[in-house]
């Protein structure tokens, strides 16, 4: 059997990581300021989170959702207290893609409505709803286009109102910092009006914060820079540190019942003792702090770079706009200088997700490669 190629791969192999060095089959040593998509947030084998999961796979690995798993419950309770977010209802799955779908599936339930509105430049994942919320036809397939999603420009509260007062839309689903898309973001005066404009018309108001959650950006959430409240909040990436877990932060408003939604796998004691033991390092290491210095850093350090447009996003959540094409350069950071980085929609644009452990002599090592590569494109 041959592998379904959907995948265009770098030459590459890895077998072995710590904190954010990766090791080829060789033993070459690479840089990871990527974190597998935003995934790694605690380092690669940490050693908290490598005896966190041992220790439960040789007790429980895994038991269904039929049964009582007192991990759910602890987790719930310190999502709770290190997010802030009071009184939520958590909701565990498996994937990005799985929170948005349980996201925009409850807030159909909870509504009675079945359109939604999504901004264009969104990304949201690959099953059927959520991709036909995310703005790239490419992937939607005929078979999800029988959902109903309008797209509006990130910014664009009138085009917001427009949809929402026709009365037929469950829910405005947003990432506060869009990932895949390049980094954009609006302002406080945007979102506390979509937050409005939701309660105004009975819409959820669903933050995608798959990518930026977690305490990516310095704050554990991407929205609570700008003072709005959701009413559902999805989770992935970040939260199991590369073990497969998801979730949605459910408003104390929407009331559940038996049934409502479910999953075999969702939650499982693995899972949760993965994601317990990442909110244990990320507070024990103060990484969110971490992730505000680094980031301040990230800035300083690309000040009069050659050809750099812009640096957009927030915390470690971070993109270098140039004015050309990135792609050889960020081939040369892999093979050359042995650098993983991110691509993004934008073409010109490299996309920073490391682990929050990152140190300044990790950012010292990229900007000395970039600075090589822009003076060898200027014939220098
Ligand atoms: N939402 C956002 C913002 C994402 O960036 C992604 C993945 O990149 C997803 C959802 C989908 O997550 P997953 O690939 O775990 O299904």
Same mark, same amino acid.
């Given at each position: 059997m041959s592998l379904f190629n959907v995948y265009p791969l770098f030459d590459i192999t890895p077998v072995r990581a710590k904190d954010l060095s990766v090791y080829d089959d060789k033993g070459v040593?690479?840089?990871?300021?990527?974190?597998?998509?935003? $995934?790694?947030?605690?380092?690669?084998?940490?050693?908290?989170? $490598?005896?966190? $999961?041992? /220790?439960?796979?040789? *007790?429980?690995?895994?038991?269904?959702?039929?049964i009582q798993n007192p991990l759910q419950v602890a987790l719930a309770r310190e999502l709770e207290r290190i997010s802030g977010c009071k009184d939520y209802q958590l909701f565990l799955c498996n994937s990005g893609a799985e929170a948005n779908e349980n996201a925009l599936k409850l807030a159909s339930?909870?509504?009675? #409505?079945?359109?939604?509105?999504a901004f264009k430049n969104s990304f949201h994942g690959r099953t059927s709803a959520a991709v036909a919320t995310t703005d790239d036809l490419k992937i939607v397939a005929p078979l999800n286009a029988q959902h109903e999603v309008d797209f509006v420009n990130l910014g664009n509260l009138q085009g917001v109102e427009y949809i929402l007062k026709k009365g037929e839309t469950c829910a405005v689903i947003i990432e506060c910092i869009q990932g895949v898309g390049g980094l954009d973001e609006s302002t406080t005066e945007f979102y506390q009006g979509l937050e409005k404009l939701c309660k105004t018309? *009975?819409? +959820?108001?669903?933050?995608?914060? $798959?990518?930026?959650?977690?305490?990516?950006?310095?704050?554990?959430?991407?929205?609570?820079?700008?003072?709005?409240?959701?009413?559902?909040?999805?989770?992935?990436?970040? &939260?199991? /540190?590369?073990?497969?877990?998801?979730?949605?932060?459910?408003?104390?408003?929407?009331?559940?019942s038996f049934g409502l939604l479910g999953t075999t796998f969702g939650g499982n004691h693995l899972a949760c003792a993965a994601s317990l033991a990442v909110l244990k390092v990320l507070e024990s290491e103060n990484? +969110?702090?971490?992730?505000?210095? +680094?980031?301040?850093?990230?800035?300083?350090?690309?000040?009069?770079?050659?050809?750099?447009?812009?640096? #957009?996003?927030?915390?470690? &959540?971070?993109?270098?706009?140039?004015?050309?094409?990135?792609?050889?350069?960020?081939?040369?950071?892999?093979?050359?200088? #042995?650098?993983?980085?991110?691509?993004?929609? /934008?073409? *010109?644009?490299?996309?920073?997700?490391?682990?929050?452990?990152? #140190?300044?002599?990790?950012?010292?090592?990229?900007?000395?490669?970039l600075k090589q590569e822009l003076l060898l494109m200027n014939g220098m």
């Amino acid at each position: 059997m041959s592998l379904f190629n959907v995948y265009p791969l770098f030459d590459i192999t890895p077998v072995r990581a710590k904190d954010l060095s990766v090791y080829d089959d060789k033993g070459v040593e690479y840089l990871d300021l990527y974190g597998g998509h935003a $995934v790694i947030s605690i380092g690669h084998s940490h050693p908290e989170y $490598v005896s966190a $999961v041992s /220790n439960q796979i040789e *007790n429980l690995g895994f038991y269904s959702n039929a049964i009582q798993n007192p991990l759910q419950v602890a987790l719930a309770r310190e999502l709770e207290r290190i997010s802030g977010c009071k009184d939520y209802q958590l909701f565990l799955c498996n994937s990005g893609a799985e929170a948005n779908e349980n996201a925009l599936k409850l807030a159909s339930f909870h509504t009675g #409505k079945k359109k939604v509105l999504a901004f264009k430049n969104s990304f949201h994942g690959r099953t059927s709803a959520a991709v036909a919320t995310t703005d790239d036809l490419k992937i939607v397939a005929p078979l999800n286009a029988q959902h109903e999603v309008d797209f509006v420009n990130l910014g664009n509260l009138q085009g917001v109102e427009y949809i929402l007062k026709k009365g037929e839309t469950c829910a405005v689903i947003i990432e506060c910092i869009q990932g895949v898309g390049g980094l954009d973001e609006s302002t406080t005066e945007f979102y506390q009006g979509l937050e409005k404009l939701c309660k105004t018309y *009975n819409v +959820m108001l669903i933050a995608d914060e $798959v990518q930026s959650g977690y305490g990516r950006t310095g704050d554990f959430f991407a929205f609570q820079k700008y003072g709005w409240t959701p009413d559902i909040i999805s989770i992935a990436k970040g &939260m199991g /540190n590369g073990f497969p877990v998801g979730g949605i932060l459910i408003h104390p408003d929407i009331k559940a019942s038996f049934g409502l939604l479910g999953t075999t796998f969702g939650g499982n004691h693995l899972a949760c003792a993965a994601s317990l033991a990442v909110l244990k390092v990320l507070e024990s290491e103060n990484l +969110m702090k971490n992730a505000d210095d +680094m980031s301040a850093y990230f800035i300083e350090k690309s000040q009069n770079l050659p050809h750099l447009k812009s640096i #957009k996003g927030r915390g470690l &959540m971070l993109g270098l706009e140039f004015d050309f094409p990135v792609a050889d350069l960020r081939k040369k950071l892999i093979y050359t200088h #042995k650098i993983f980085t991110g691509s993004a929609k /934008n073409p *010109n644009l490299i996309r920073i997700l490391p682990s929050l452990t990152i #140190k300044k002599h990790h950012i010292d090592l990229f900007f000395d490669a970039l600075k090589q590569e822009l003076l060898l494109m200027n014939g220098m």
